[in-house]
């Protein structure tokens, strides 16, 4: 079974009574913390619980040391996946709004704990969900604990320090998962530096997407990263962003189109940039 799984709103209105079924709604603002749970109080998909990419899908921010999203503790989120009825071979769906970026997070912390199959991610989200004209629940999910045991795989992972090694081998193919003008360095909303790692290529995490919100078919995202790629070999990819969250987005395109699952630069650049040794570069 294909790591990167995708679900239409129609199939899952046919699988959401299947026993077992975990379905995790993953909302989230940059702008509005508490805006996931709130909109996740005013109506989600039956059966849903709630994943809050700050304190369930992130670990502990330390200013100056960490990125803004760090990844959580994997025991801790263990247990989370337990206390919403994950079990080892339960089928989980992961929506967002729509774009998939805070789904895409939750389905890559589930591939690096060792959970790769019955993993999907509703294509386009609520929005489409809202499109197909399905209803919204405001009940509580009956959940049973589960008993998923995942251990982390490091391998997928890779350290500031182990990147800026990389950084120059004409190997690395170094992905930047936010909009150009973040990349460039022409505007930065969010972190007090602006530009991108020296090497690194933009990868906009929302040109995955067509104008419906949904992923783009694989043979299009096949094009998009093979342009990216050129003659080096996919296993030495390493996708980063801005914290760590829509990397996974790439991530997880990647694998539709028939990719390996590449590195992931968790830190991203919110980490990059809290040492001022390590070099950034403006503009394309």
């Given at each position: 079974?294909?790591?990167?799984?995708?679900?239409?709103?129609?199939?899952?209105?046919?699988?959401?009574?299947?026993?077992?079924?975990?379905?995790?709604?993953?909302?989230?603002?940059?702008?509005?913390?508490?805006?996931?749970?709130?909109?996740?109080?005013?109506?989600?998909?039956?059966?849903?619980?709630?994943?809050?990419?700050?304190?369930?899908?992130?670990?502990?921010?330390?200013?100056?040391?960490?990125?803004?999203?760090?990844?959580?503790?994997?025991?801790?989120?263990?247990?989370?996946?337990?206390?919403?009825?994950?079990?080892?071979?339960?089928?989980?769906?992961?929506?967002?709004?729509?774009?998939?970026?805070?789904?895409?997070?939750?389905?890559?912390?589930?591939?690096?704990?060792?959970?790769?199959?019955?993993?999907?991610?509703?294509?386009?989200?609520?929005?489409?969900?809202?499109?197909?004209?399905?209803?919204?629940?405001?009940?509580?999910?009956?959940?049973?604990?589960g008993s998923f045991v995942g251990k982390p795989d490091y391998s997928l992972l890779l350290s500031a320090e182990q990147l800026q090694k990389r950084?120059?081998?004409?190997?690395?193919?170094?992905?930047?998962?936010?909009?150009?003008?973040?990349?460039?360095?022409?505007?930065?909303?969010?972190?007090?530096?602006?530009?991108?790692?020296?090497?690194?290529?933009?990868?906009?995490?929302?040109?995955?997407?067509?104008?419906?919100?949904?992923?783009?078919?694989?043979?299009?995202?096949?094009?998009?990263?093979?342009?990216?790629?050129?003659?080096?070999?996919?296993?030495?990819?390493?996708?980063?962003?801005?914290?760590?969250?829509?990397?996974?987005?790439?991530?997880?395109?990647?694998?539709?189109?028939?990719?390996?699952?590449?590195?992931?630069?968790?830190?991203?650049?919110?980490?990059?940039?809290?040492?001022?040794?390590?070099?950034?570069?403006?503009?394309?």
């Amino acid at each position: 079974m294909a790591i990167a799984q995708l679900i239409s709103p129609q199939a899952l209105d046919l699988k959401k009574e299947q026993a077992g079924l975990v379905i995790l709604d993953c909302r989230f603002a940059l702008e509005d913390p508490d805006y996931g749970q709130r909109s996740y109080a005013e109506g989600h998909i039956a059966g849903a619980s709630f994943a809050d990419l700050e304190r369930d899908l992130s670990g502990r921010m330390v200013k100056g040391v960490t990125g803004r999203h760090p990844l959580p503790d994997p025991a801790q989120l263990v247990e989370r996946l337990q206390a919403w009825g994950i079990n080892a071979d339960s089928d989980v769906v992961l929506y967002d709004d729509g774009p998939g970026a805070f789904a895409a997070r939750a389905w890559w912390l589930l591939a690096w704990l060792g959970k790769r199959d019955g993993v999907f991610i509703l294509d386009g989200g609520l929005k489409a969900w809202h499109a197909a004209g399905l209803p919204l629940s405001l009940d509580a999910p009956g959940t049973a604990p589960g008993s998923f045991v995942g251990k982390p795989d490091y391998s997928l992972l890779l350290s500031a320090e182990q990147l800026q090694k990389r950084l120059g081998q004409p190997t690395l193919t170094l992905l930047d998962a936010r909009a150009q003008p973040r990349f460039r360095g022409e505007v930065e909303p969010i972190d007090p530096v602006a530009g991108h790692i020296p090497g690194a290529q933009c990868a906009a995490f929302s040109e995955n997407l067509g104008s419906d919100g949904r992923f783009l078919p694989a043979d299009q995202l096949k094009q998009r990263f093979a342009a990216k790629l050129g003659d080096r070999s996919p296993t030495e990819l390493v996708a980063y962003c801005g914290s760590g969250v829509t990397a996974c987005h790439n991530l997880f395109a990647l694998c539709l189109a028939g990719y390996p699952l590449a590195s992931l630069y968790a830190g991203s650049w919110s980490e990059w940039i809290t040492d001022p040794t390590r070099a950034v570069a403006k503009g394309d």
